[in-house]
């Protein structure tokens, strides 16, 4: 029953209603209810969560048949056989005046018709509760239970023992009589063990080592060798990217890049590789912001939960997106360290496993307080170098800054003196005039600044004039004006003009001067002309002389040069005494007729020293204070000079020009940054979603892991995140230890112990060999969780030694080979096959980590994304032949080969791969030019390496011989040598007969000398043809 | 173990026969796919092999029609005369007060009606508006929803909730269960094909996922022109004859290997490249429509000229010959025994400059999607073929006002609460109009289909019962209706 979410309309009134669907029938009464089945499940998700073990609220439980009957605080409420005094009925109908509707509102969904027609039919029947449909039974099932430490079982053939693993198969084995399969072949080992724990296949020099390694404990040799490789990093970290649904970019319509997310695939790599225990592996990702003096890569590793879905689609609610975070976090690390399914109580309790929904966002409240922070996060190594680096250059740059030091402290202050007695004061000084009034003739706003510039504010008209005077009073006479015209944040492109482009054309500049004594009407100004105008840069075409001369069209503007200062000056013709105070006009026309090009803001200054002039000149300030008697300076006024001196002494100058030359060389700290986390300053309340549902709270929760598991020990009050990574390490916890052995066997057998990998709980299938796994479980334990020492454990055993070859007489009996009298075949896991493909072809780039890459993909396949947001740029060089881990992971259009083979979209948890067998499977090894080019560098390598072989029988068998060496890792069998030569011969021949075919069929592949172009053709298609094998993808 | 061997005992003696039996070889199929757990003597080597539903089936192959972006119900396929009265009104407080939007701005929002003309068609006289004349020529073979409704209003979340029954990534599509339960009947072509037109939609490739399916369900993107599929060609210099002799070698040193070891998944790797090598041939082949009479193209309207004006969302340079192509291809691909066809077209998103947006994407939908309905009625295909045209929701009765800035108020926003979807074919039933929403088409006030019922609905016309064609996943029977759903049994001819 599904209610409407929504109000609906009737327009007219406009009066809305409530409206849910009209209840169904009621239950059929002939029909018999079972307890177990059609009642125990409506009690346990809708009653219990508060009526049951951890509350029991008015003192009801319903999870009990003795305190069910009993009824709670109010009575009984069931009464068998007369539905019309139970009052269970009337309750949960919503019809008992005192106790209202159950469950109340925000606590769950009331009971439709049909479900209470249920229970009235169950009641009538005689309210049927079997002794043994207590719930207590799900808390025997058996992964809950303690980890046993079994003994090994006696075995009739001890000889086949290597490893307990094989004493708990073989005992079961043998109760089948059944006989364990042989070992597998050395060459099917080798290349067995290098997929399992590397990813890649072994070289044909490694198979060679191992077959000729005649000496006792040749395997065991081999297993560490390959454990010791840093591809194991790579292989076993791709396997746990699935479980972290590890992604490149955010998912949803936007999908954006996450450029920083291979930072937190480096450090599971590195983790990986150091063996560190898993135990620190887990704390570290889930808690790695919150672990004493956390270090970076601490901080890196709780990434993990950055690797959720982003939505950044417009109109998203963020609360929305960060509860459905909250969630995948929460049910992530259900998945991977409980084996529990417990996002199934996200809406409701669950209906199988004794998780309520309360306990559910007990859970969720350890994650509820998380934030997302991107931190600057340098690689160890990268980190190291610069430090390194940084201590040479320091040593280097010591010298030169204390070469200023010295000079500053021993020689400047005689060369300042030096300085001062060859007064420079006596160069050109531009004293600022301070404007006494400032009008613009069409209304614009002046407004003097503390550094007595004019700001034009308001209106902006074409051609407006400015007005300004200025007073001034000088023993020597006026001989130049200085307009600097300024930039302001409050301009258009921060001016100096006020044109939208922030420029402005000074049409023309004029001064004039009359005594400022003098009464107004006798005091008519009089035009001073000016020459000589001159600044720091004029536009194309606009020079400032046309500023003075009579043409009022053109003028002075500094387009492109925008938002800087700039300055010109004007000559007297004849210098102005100023003795007596003087009132300066200086109109500022700006008559271009091509828009309001009028000045933002600009200042004006004059000098007494005869021209030519400077630009710039000597500082006013400074020139006063030279001025003044040396004795009489206060400190400050000395520091001023001083200051002003060290701007200008040449030789500090070379000192401080040789330290910023050498300051260039400085080595570049890391930019690479990391996604991490962090937790609130004050912990996010959490709540109980009603029905799943964000916006409808409930109750309050506190932080606790679920009941039906050991208690959790907190480090202080406040528990949290770290809590819960010892919580799921400690002694007591049943389940992580046999969900983790658990999933490392199925990536080494292809099933689990407990095949549902994913889920230990009561809908589990049950263990094939309970105590095997057990016995892992605690192995893994008493190793101190070391994830490569039980791995090693495991592949030392017989029982993973075993041939593959499937056993017909067992086809019936354990189809499934659930009994492990075999080895399983399986095809190797997307990332694999390319990296195959591209190892056997000599292609392989096997650098170890770093940012994702973007080997080729069709052009096309991007587009299906919105409105073709992800762009994809082919990764340059080397880059274009990484392994597939190492491939862009775009959620929304996934590389198309990853997804071809079954790779995990990485939306959630991925345990275990699905494994399909299709034709665009085919295609793909086919055709896509990824894989074709590797077989056209296979084609190449096989002529290489067989140079000395001739174009007869002999040669070209010798040349299958070792093409399917270098592809299939083993020797080829007479008839597959035929099969490989006939093909080569025929396809050499249809080759022949159409040269050109052959030309482009080889592309861009050298032909080794002492080859043709058919020859390489033909070799190209046979090794097309060998990376095509069900053999060549399957690890057997 | 014992659950294995039981339904693979049971999936044996009762293929075919018990009603059961859908559900045994649903979950047959996906025992048969984890590789390496088969008998030998097993022959499982095509996981598509066509299958027979449990219950009598009214349609057997599926053309799921996406407008991706969501189009406007209020301008297609609703009318509300009230709401054109009540044009410029602020809505009441109460219909807005807990109701979330991406975009509209509460405060300002005020509700608008159509500028669209509603017409009676066919014997039953539905009504459409204006933007859809040859859609209304094919009223009488259309299964109009005017009271759907759903639980997404963004665009990706509610994508996936259409096509795969849960607002979330991760689920297999509505395509991969029917391929999934039922193979296909198509031998040199995958089982589940999707078309685009446009831009790319917002669920990308998730929209026809197999979520925890292998992929061999997930749906098969092809190409109207060039390479029909990803890879299909040789490459340069190989020819058929080379490719040819080339297959010849690797089946044989496949059967080599099989002989020693007995793995059945290597004979099912030679009928994947079998299956390979037949596409090569039929791709290429179902694209060519050489063999199409100008009637045909006609009627699709293929050949038509694309409108001059084309910067739209949903626009492009062809767009108008892709979709119609498009159209063609789905017959063409249901003539050839393909189960399902998708056909994508984005964005009908129109927040804004609704009129000549929704004007551009009807015009390019129109013609094209009746010419499909009245083509397999013609060629006797109608029948078994169920087409549906569904969106992932409506669109407001109130003006989008970005902002808050009245100036912008030329489109529509999310609205999950009430939209159209149509049938035709495949057991639906024709002129019909089912269910109806309230005078500003904000709600259904009669028959509300959720699309988890649709998706009930769409099962039941397959020979599904909704609720047993589970699979088991992370511990739960999951189902395409997840929680919900119920068949609309007014919906069935």
Not at chain 1, 41 to 63: F, K, M, N
Not at chain 1, 377 to 384: D, G, I, N, R
Not at chain 1, 526 to 544: G, S
Not at chain 1, 1000 to 1020: F, Y
Request: glycine share 8%; charged share 25%; with cysteine.
């Amino acid at each position: 029953m599904r209610h409407l979410p929504f109000p609906v309309v009737c327009l007219g009134e406009m009066i809305l209603l409530a409206c849910g669907l009209s209840a169904g029938a009621a239950a059929d009464e002939i029909q018999s209810i079972d307890f177990v089945k059609d009642v125990q499940p409506l009690l346990r998700t809708r009653c219990v969560s508060c009526h049951g073990p951890e509350l029991s609220e008015s003192g009801l439980r319903l999870d009990q048949k003795k305190r069910a009957f009993e009824g709670g605080d109010n009575g009984r409420i069931v009464v068998p056989g007369e539905p019309g005094k139970s009052r269970l009925l009337t309750i949960v109908s919503g019809d008992d005046d005192e106790i209202g509707l159950m469950p109340p509102d925000g606590e769950g969904t009331p009971l439709s018709a049909e479900e209470i027609g249920l229970l009235r039919t169950w009641i009538r029947q005689g309210a049927n509760w079997p002794a043994d449909a207590e719930p207590a039974a799900q808390v025997s099932h058996w992964a809950f239970q303690p980890v046993q430490r079994p003994s090994l079982p006696p075995v009739a053939d001890p000889g086949w023992i290597e490893s307990p693993i094989d004493a708990f198969v073989l005992a079961k084995l043998e109760d089948e009589g059944i006989a364990p399969s042989p070992p597998a072949p050395r060459a099917t080992l080798i290349r067995r063990l290098f997929f399992d724990l590397l990813g890649l296949p072994p070289t044909p020099a490694q198979v060679d080592t191992y077959l000729n390694d005649q000496r006792p404990g040749a395997y065991r040799r081999l297993v560490e060798r390959v454990l010791a490789s840093p591809h194991y990093g790579e292989r076993w970290g791709r396997h746990w990217l699935d479980l972290a649904r590890y992604a490149d970019s955010d998912g949803y319509e936007k999908d954006r890049p996450r450029p920083h997310a291979w930072r937190y695939r480096n450090w599971v790599i590195n983790a990986l590789n150091a063996d560190m225990p898993y135990d620190r592996f887990s704390a570290l990702q889930l808690a790695g912001d919150m672990v004493p003096d956390a270090s970076i890569e601490d901080r890196v590793a709780s990434g993990f939960h950055r690797n959720t879905l982003h939505n950044t689609e417009g109109g998203t609610d963020k609360e929305e997106d960060r509860v459905k975070k909250t969630v995948d976090r929460t049910n992530t690390m259900g998945t991977i360290w409980l084996g529990m399914t417990v996002g199934c109580a996200q809406c409701h309790s669950h209906k199988y496993d004794p998780l309520t929904q309360r306990e559910y966002y007990q859970l969720y409240s350890f994650f509820n307080s998380i934030d997302e922070v991107d931190i600057s996060a340098p690689l160890p190594l990268e980190q190291a170098q610069y430090e390194i680096a940084k201590a040479a250059y320091d040593e280097a740059h010591r010298p030169l800054t204390e070469k200023v030091n010295k000079y500053v402290q021993e020689r400047l202050p005689q060369a300042q003196a030096a300085w001062e007695a060859s007064s420079p004061q006596s160069s050109v000084v531009w004293r600022p005039l301070d404007p006494s009034n400032a009008v613009s003739r069409h209304g614009a706003e002046l407004q003097k600044q503390d550094d007595l510039s004019l700001l034009a504010k308001g209106t902006n008209e074409v051609a407006d004039v400015y007005t300004v005077d200025l007073l001034v009073e000088s023993s020597q006479p006026l001989t130049g004006l200085r307009l600097e015209v300024l930039p302001d944040e409050s301009l258009p492109k921060k001016g100096p003009g006020r044109a939208d482009n922030g420029n402005f054309v000074l049409t023309s500049f004029r001064l004039l001067a009359a005594p400022a004594a003098a009464a107004d009407d006798q005091s008519k100004p009089v035009e001073i002309p000016l020459q000589t105008a001159q600044a720091d840069f004029a536009q194309n075409d606009w020079p400032v002389a046309a500023a003075i001369n009579d043409n009022a069209e053109d003028g002075w503007a500094v387009s492109p040069q925008i938002g800087k200062r700039h300055v010109a000056t004007f000559e007297l013709v004849e210098p102005l005494p100023a003795t007596e105070a003087t009132r300066l006009t200086v109109v500022l026309d700006q008559h271009y007729a091509g828009g309001s090009h009028n000045l933002g803001r600009f200042r004006l200054s004059y000098t007494t020293t005869p021209g030519p002039h400077t630009l710039e000149g000597f500082p006013s300030q400074i020139a006063d204070l030279l001025a003044m008697d040396l004795a009489e300076r206060t400190p400050e006024q000395a520091k001023q000079v001083t200051d002003y001196f060290r701007t200008i002494d040449p030789e500090l100058a070379t000192l401080q020009k040789a330290v910023a030359n050498h300051a260039r060389q400085a080595p570049k700290a890391s930019t690479v940054r990391a996604q991490a986390v962090v937790q609130t300053a004050t912990p996010r309340d959490t709540r109980i979603h009603i029905r799943g549902d964000f916006l409808n709270k409930g109750e309050p929760v506190e932080t606790r892991p679920p009941s039906v598991l050991h208690e959790l020990q907190p480090r202080a009050e406040r528990i949290d995140r770290l809590d819960l990574a010892g919580w799921l390490f400690a002694d007591e916890n049943p389940l992580m230890a046999r969900v983790t052995v658990n999933r490392i066997w199925q990536r080494l057998f292809g099933t689990g112990i407990v095949e549902t990998v994913d889920d230990f709980g009561t809908q589990s299938d049950p263990p094939s060999h309970p105590q095997l796994l057990d016995w892992l479980a605690g192995e893994f334990h008493r190793q101190g969780f070391h994830l490569k020492q039980i791995q090693r454990t495991i592949v030392l055993s017989n029982t993973y030694r075993q041939s593959s070859a499937t056993r017909p007489e067992l086809a019936d009996r354990d189809p499934e080979n659930r009994l492990l009298a075999r080895q399983s075949r399986r095809r190797v896991e997307a990332e694999v096959i390319r990296d195959m493909a591209l190892h056997v072809s000599g292609l392989l780039v096997n650098t170890l980590g770093g940012p994702s890459v973007r080997p080729p993909q069709p052009t096309e396949y991007s587009g299906l994304t919105y409105a073709n947001s992800a762009k994809w740029s082919v990764s340059k060089g080397g880059d274009a032949y990484r392994r597939g881990l190492y491939t862009f992971f775009q959620r929304t259009s996934p590389y198309p080969m990853l997804m071809t083979f079954d790779s995990p979209d990485s939306t959630a948890c991925c345990a275990e791969r699905s494994l399909s067998n299709t034709p665009l499977q085919a295609l793909t090894l086919w055709n896509d030019p990824v894989f074709f080019e590797c077989a056209q560098s296979f084609g190449r390598r096989i002529l290489v390496e067989t140079a000395g072989c001739r174009d007869d029988d002999g040669g070209l068998r010798e040349r299958a011989r070792r093409a399917v060496k270098l592809s299939l890792g083993r020797e080829a069998s007479d008839g597959e040598l035929q099969d490989v030569v006939a093909l080569y011969q025929d396809q050499h021949r249809l080759l022949l007969a159409d040269p050109a075919a052959a030309k482009s069929l080889i592309g861009k592949t050298k032909v080794p000398t002492d080859a043709t172009v058919t020859e390489l053709a033909a070799w190209t298609i046979v090794g097309r043809t060998l990376m095509n094998l069900d053999e060549f993808i399957t690890k057997e | 173990m014992d659950r294995l061997s039981n339904a693979w005992q049971q999936s044996r003696r009762d293929f075919l026969t018990s009603s059961a039996s859908g559900l045994g070889a649903a979950a047959l199929t996906s025992l048969l796919a984890k590789e390496g757990v088969m008998a030998a003597t097993v022959d499982h080597s095509n996981p598509l092999a066509p299958k027979l539903p449990p219950l009598p089936a009214r349609a057997k192959q599926c053309i799921f029609i996406l407008p991706a972006g969501a189009p406007s119900h209020l301008d297609l396929f609703d009318p509300k005369p009230k709401l054109r009265e009540l044009h410029g009104e602020k809505p009441p407080e109460s219909l807005v007060k807990n109701v979330r939007f991406a975009f509209v701005k509460k405060e300002t929002a005020v509700l608008a009606g159509s500028a669209r003309e509603f017409t009676r068609h066919g014997e039953c006289g539905m009504e459409l508006s204006d933007y859809l004349p040859h859609l209304g020529s094919c009223a009488d073979d259309l299964c109009l929803i005017r009271s759907m409704h759903t639980d997404a209003f963004n665009h990706h979340p509610a994508q996936l909730m259409m096509t795969s029954g849960v607002p979330r990534f991760g689920r297999p599509s509505m395509g991969s269960w029917l391929t999934y339960g039922l193979g296909s009947e198509a031998e040199s072509l995958p089982g589940y094909v999707v078309l685009t037109a446009g831009r790319g939609s917002s669920g990308g490739v998730s929209n026809w996922s197999s979520g925890f399916f292998p992929s061999t369900y997930e749906g098969v993107v092809f190409r109207s022109q060039g390479e029909p599929v990803l890879n299909l060609n040789n490459p340069p210099g190989v020819s058929a004859e080379m490719q040819q002799r080339g297959l010849a070698t690797i089946s044989k040193l496949n059967a080599r290997r099989l002989e020693k070891l007995g793995d059945p998944e290597i004979s099912s790797r030679i009928s994947s490249y079998e299956l390979a090598f037949r596409m090569q041939a039929a791709a290429p082949e179902l694209i060519d429509l050489s063999d199409e009479t100008e009637k045909t193209l006609d009627l699709y309207g293929v050949t038509r000229p694309e409108p001059k004006k084309h910067s739209y969302r949903g626009g492009g340079a062809h767009v108008y010959q892709q979709f119609a192509t498009n159209c063609l291809l789905a017959r063409r691909l249901i003539e050839r025994g393909v189960r399902f066809v998708t056909l994508v077209h984005a964005s009908w998103d129109h927040h804004s400059n609704l009129d000549e947006e929704l004007g551009y994407n009807a015009g390019m939908a129109d013609q094209p999607i009746a010419g499909l309905i009245k083509d397999l009625k013609q060629r006797g295909l109608l029948d078994t073929t169920l087409l549906v045209f569904a969106g992932e929701f409506g669109r407001t009765p109130l003006w989008e006002n970005r902002g808050g800035n009245q100036k912008d108020k030329v489109g529509r926003d999310h609205h999950p609460f009430g939209f159209s979807v149509f049938l035709a074919g495949g057991g639906s039933k024709g002129g019909v109009v089912h269910g109806a929403t309230d005078d500003i088409g904000w709600a259904p006030t009669k028959d509300p289909v959720h699309v988890n019922d649709l998706h009930a609905t769409i099962m039941h016309l397959f020979g599904f019962d909704h609720m047993r064609f589970t699979h088991r996943f992370r511990g739960l029977n999951v189902r395409l209706t997840d929680q919900g759903g119920k068949v609309v049994s007014e919906l069935l001819a």
